[in-house]
């Protein structure tokens, strides 16, 4: 069961990889360190030494209408940052 959405590819996590070898991913808010550890490991085909994660809400989003504002809570995200053993790294733009 794919628990990866997506790579973290901005200018601070851009500058985190260059500084710690680091990557950011935007998981499934249910999968746990231990399932996003073997899951980088199996499709990029390195070894993960360490796995952060962090709970974050989407943006609040509001709708101006002829019936009045009407807003609604987006659904709740979870980022992991995978730290890599040394000289091991992952190319995101390998495949385009």
């Not at 009407?70 to 940052?81: N, P, R």
Request: no cysteine.
């Amino acid at each position: 069961m794919g628990f990866i959405i997506k790579p973290l590819v901005t200018e601070k996590m851009t500058a985190l990889t260059e500084a710690n070898n680091r990557f950011g991913f935007i998981v499934r808010p249910e999968a746990n360190k231990l399932e996003i550890k073997r899951e980088v490991e199996a499709l990029y085909n390195v070894t993960v030494a360490d796995v952060n994660t962090m709970k974050y809400n989407g943006k609040l989003k509001v709708r101006y209408t002829k019936a009045g504002i009407i807003s609604g809570k987006t659904k709740a995200f979870k980022k992991a940052i995978v730290t890599l053993k040394e000289g091991d790294t992952i190319d995101f733009y390998s495949n385009i």
